[in-house]
């Protein structure tokens, strides 16, 4: 084993890295033999590792805690945090139950309320659960009449979900508790008798946030018995990648079952009559050749928004009764936007659009004619129009870049739209501007670019800028509002978003464009956006920085590799970082389907050519790189930032300082608590502003 130390000389200070050793490891992928001298650090609970996490974390505070524009940015990042934010109301039964915070509180609080501007009263409050607020409340889903409430919990960061039951009247829970459950929600069957959910078998002891998720199972809990008397609904041994989320429709007459496989939107569905004892579950359709997601049922037919022969999504009937393809019907067909998802109200539906990565909401009656499009407050996004089928009202939440989420009300009776709550910031929103660019990517491809600036920047070249992009998974990066951007906004700064191939934007066809053999194509996108920016006079390279988490942080790690010359500074966050090994951990066989894996001969050039490990080259000068991750993130697991951040630091030719910020009960992201976010940006932002020069 061999000890690698680097030192490197500042203008403000010297970097002196922990050592970090190397082991002689080297496996063959399909005749391609590629060293892992880092291979040690992917065993996340060792001593070892642990020792050197706190070594790293060290010179990265005391190089973070040095910088002159950290604590006056942390001061106003904690004060555009400080503003109240309310979740989207649900009615069912006697209370209206939505969450609140009140601007710097760690976790939202859970509120039951008699009527909408009814006092309201504490439902579950999670700050009370962690001493340090880590501890978050997950989904919540209330039983048909409205009595129960169960919960779910994740600790540190997890993905980890432990189930509760709470009485919705007396705030008490149940003895209920059922646990090792992930990637599924839970429905309720319509007596409140008990509940459907999925899980997996409870991990090996210290395989918590490593193990590989495998052979999910679907369960019926039924309240008051202990989870070792679960009823076993849905199993697939023979298909261990399987995965199955549950819905019992509104009549309470199906159990309606998504089976999903990998990370690949197409799936199969599933369907048990619930009014028969002695129903089996049936498949209803069958194939994994789209994506079909169960919107609503009316008596026996059931209301689906698939892919299935519309690249950009349509909304289809299909009847219990005669399931076969060649019955099925169309009841509204594709447009020009993409199709995001829907809702049944009565004989509307409520169809929620993207074009060009905004949102647009239009109503259909059952029949598929079109009544109208629902007045937005402007250009952003939206999201909510929850409830039942015979609800009297919905509620959606409009924002964009400048605009905190703010919550709507629809009658349903009449369609008119009312204003319930909107958030008020301490941020001069007319002084901002946002604007759609396009860049030309190398084949050719218009990329769309949303920037983010004060109405009076000069475009001369000289703004600090961050852009940021995601480019995989079919997720649509659309515009919300962040205290964090505002920051980064309110100091000078271009904020930009850019939506890649990969993402689902624009429909499937853009989506597979940035898959597997395609996935060099995301990479060119960003390029193309950030050469635009530039070219436009927005920013210039030493200004410029790059930011993206999970499938992000690869799209971060793969551009700084192929470009190290076009940015100032780069953010990779939790990223996929070992292209080669990333299915052997937790989840990570399930986005095989997205990138292809070493496993596939036919695969293995194309993962190496753009791997951001393996494709970092000693003797290169690299931006100035803050690499985050979390130690109990276990979907995309630490160990690939570790790695990549001793390879960097190995690689690394010139002054620019290259460091890991590795954040201690905390996961992929999702329920980290509010003071933790603030101090990540504070860190992040601060770095940026002291090495974009």
């Not at 070594?55 to 990265?60: R, W």
């Not at 915070?101 to 509120?111: D, I, M, P, T």
């Not at 598929?368 to 959606?396: C, K, N, W």
Request: hydrophobic share 35%; proline share 4%.
């Amino acid at each position: 084993m061999a000890q690698e130390s680097t030192t490197l000389t500042t203008s403000q200070r010297t970097m002196q890295y922990p050592e970090t050793k190397t082991v002689d490891v080297t496996d063959d992928y399909h005749g391609h033999r590629v060293a892992d001298p880092y291979r040690w650090l992917e065993d996340t609970e060792s001593e070892e590792t642990a020792a050197w996490v706190e070594a790293q974390n060290k010179v990265t505070q005391a190089y973070l805690q040095s910088l002159p524009e950290r604590e006056s940015m942390r001061a106003r990042l904690e004060k555009l945090w400080n503003y109240e934010r309310f979740g989207l109301p649900s009615h069912k039964g006697d209370y209206y139950i939505y969450s609140h915070n009140n601007g710097l509180q760690n976790q939202s609080v859970l509120y039951k309320a008699d009527s909408l501007e009814a006092e309201r009263q504490v439902l579950i409050d999670p700050n009370k659960l962690s001493e340090d607020g880590t501890v978050a409340l997950g989904s919540t889903i209330t039983s048909k009449d409205g009595k129960l409430l169960a919960y779910s919990l994740a600790d540190g960061g997890s993905d980890w979900r432990t189930w509760k039951v709470r009485d919705v009247a007396t705030g008490n829970d149940l003895d209920d508790i059922v646990r090792w459950s992930k990637f599924s929600g839970i429905a309720w069957m319509p007596d409140s008798s008990g509940f459907f959910y999925a899980r997996y078998t409870a991990p090996v002891e210290g395989q918590e946030l490593t193990g590989t998720n495998e052979n999910q199972r679907l369960y019926f809990h039924r309240l008051g018995d202990d989870q070792s008397k679960d009823t076993l609904i849905l199993e697939r041994p023979d298909e261990p990648k399987w995965g199955f989320s549950p819905v019992v429709t509104d009549d309470g007459r199906y159990l309606v079952i998504h089976n999903w496989k990998g990370s690949e939107p197409k799936s199969q569905v599933f369907i048990k009559d619930l009014t028969d004892p002695d129903a089996t579950v049936e498949p209803f359709i069958t194939g994994f050749d789209a994506e079909y997601d169960w919107i609503a049922s009316v008596d026996a037919t059931h209301y689906f928004v698939t892919d299935n022969d519309a690249p950009k999504r349509r909304l289809i009937a299909v009847n219990v009764g005669k399931a076969d393809r060649e019955h099925w019907k169309e009841v509204i067909p594709e447009s020009d936007d993409v199709l995001e998802s829907a809702s049944l109200f009565g004989e509307t539906f409520y169809l929620s659009y993207l074009k060009d990565a905004r949102s647009r909401v239009a109503r259909y009656s059952i029949e598929g004619d079109f009544v109208d499009d629902l007045p937005l407050p402007g250009v952003g996004s939206v999201s909510g129009f929850g409830g039942r089928q015979d609800a009297t009202e919905t509620f959606f939440d409009f924002t964009n870049y400048v605009t905190p989420g703010e919550i709507y009300r629809v009658d349903l009776a009449t369609g008119a739209t009312s204003l319930w709550r909107r958030p008020e910031t301490p941020i001069q929103v007319d002084d901002y501007v946002t604007e759609q660019l396009f860049a030309t990517s190398k084949d050719g491809t218009q990329v769309p670019v949303i920037v983010t600036r004060h109405r009076d920047t000069k475009l001369d070249g000289s703004n600090r800028t961050l852009l940021y992009a995601y480019g995989g998974f079919n997720i649509s990066l659309t515009p919300a509002f962040s205290p964090a951007n505002a920051a980064w906004i309110e100091n000078g700064g271009i904020y930009a978003v850019a939506n890649l191939r990969g993402g689902g934007e624009y429909g499937r066809e853009w989506h597979e464009a940035g898959m597997r053999l395609n996935k060099q194509n995301v990479f060119d996108d960003f390029i193309a956006a950030a050469e635009h920016l530039i070219d436009k006079g927005y920013t210039r390279s030493s200004r410029l920085a790059v930011r993206g988490g999970s499938n992000g942080g690869l799209l971060v790690g793969a551009v700084m590799t192929q470009r190290p010359d076009l940015f100032g500074a780069c953010l990779p966050a939790v990223g996929v970082m070992d292209m080669l090994r990333f299915h052997k951990f937790t989840i990570g066989w399930a986005w095989a389907t997205e990138y292809g894996s070493s496993d596939e001969a036919d695969q293995i050039e194309n993962l190496l050519s753009y791997s951001p490990l393996h494709n970092l080259k000693p003797g290169t000068c690299y931006p100035a790189t803050l690499i985050t991750t979390a130690d109990r993130d276990d979907r995309v697991v630490p160990g690939h930032s570790f790695k990549f951040a001793a390879a960097l630091q190995a690689a690394q030719a010139c002054e620019n300082p290259t460091l890991i910020r590795i954040e201690t009960r905390a996961g992929h992201g999702a329920g980290t608590p509010v003071s933790k976010r603030i101090d990540e940006y504070a860190d992040l932002w601060a770095f940026l502003l002291e090495n974009l020069q």
